[in-house]
């Protein structure tokens, strides 16, 4: 479903991972019609945030300057842990950066959030070399058995890969971290996945 679709209550308490997500697409919904609140930004805020952290969402998002989190879902100072690769990729860093935001601070909901048109995505499905350490994000997208199983004259191959990507990421974050896995059994965390339209602002999130 759409987030620009959907229709939410204001102002819920934001506890879990169901009220917070609901926050996240409000915020998005906002972004997409072009009424921002541009919440928490005021001097007040910033001081409260001096004080201590409480995100209530992990967005692991592209590095990509059009897909800024804060901005696309209409959060503010402190709102969102932002963890941002170029293709949203994930490795041991960026896992420990997840755990810590799960496990210490205690965060409900994390999102993967890819985009259209992704340029790490597109480069591998091109096929153009990359100089420097470019290519190693290239190697990591090709080593993907979710995005090798795509065929290479599917006509929508870079959307298909795209979102390949992103189930890839997802599952890894799950496989690779114990400390992620457990929270998901227990109920107390839980990972969705969404792409971003570039030209409407719209997140959809994308079946499991």
């Known amino acids: 479903m759409g987030l620009v679709a959907c229709q939410h209550k204001m102002n819920q308490p934001v506890t879990t991972e169901s009220n917070t997500l609901e926050k996240l697409?409000?915020?998005?919904?906002?972004?997409?019609a072009a009424h921002?609140?541009?919440?928490?930004?005021?001097?007040?805020?910033?001081?409260?945030?001096?004080?201590?952290?409480?995100?209530?969402?992990?967005?692991?998002?592209?590095s990509d300057s059009r897909v800024p989190p804060e901005l696309i879902f209409d959060q503010g100072l402190g709102d969102l842990f932002v963890i941002r690769t170029a293709?949203?990729?994930?490795?041991?860093?960026?896992?420990?950066?997840?755990?810590?935001a799960v496990?210490?601070?205690?965060?409900?909901?994390?999102?993967?959030?890819?985009?259209e048109q992704c340029g790490a995505i597109k480069a591998f499905v091109d096929g153009s070399e990359a100089p420097?350490?470019?290519k190693d994000i290239i190697d990591s997208i090709k080593a993907e058995p979710e995005i090798s199983s795509i065929a290479k004259d599917d006509k929508d191959r870079l959307v298909h890969c795209i979102e390949a990507n992103l189930r890839h990421?997802?599952?890894?974050?799950?496989?690779?971290?114990f400390i992620i896995?457990?929270?998901?059994?227990?109920?107390?965390?839980?990972?969705?996945?969404?792409?971003?339209?570039?030209?409407k602002g719209a997140v959809t999130l994308l079946k499991q």
């Open 36 to 62: 921002p609140l541009h919440p928490d930004e005021s001097r007040q805020r910033m001081g409260e945030i001096a004080k201590g952290q409480h995100p209530f969402a992990v967005v692991i998002s592209c």
């Open 181 to 199: 896995r457990e929270k998901i059994e227990k109920g107390e965390l839980r990972i969705v996945t969404g792409k971003y339209d570039l030209e």
């Open 132 to 134: 420097g350490h470019i």
């Open 169 to 177: 990421v997802t599952l890894q974050l799950q496989v690779q971290s």
């Open 25 to 32: 697409l409000q915020g998005n919904n906002r972004f997409a």
């Open 103 to 115: 496990e210490h601070l205690q965060v409900p909901l994390i999102v993967v959030l890819g985009h």
């Open 87 to 100: 293709g949203n990729l994930v490795g041991g860093l960026e896992i420990g950066s997840v755990e810590y």
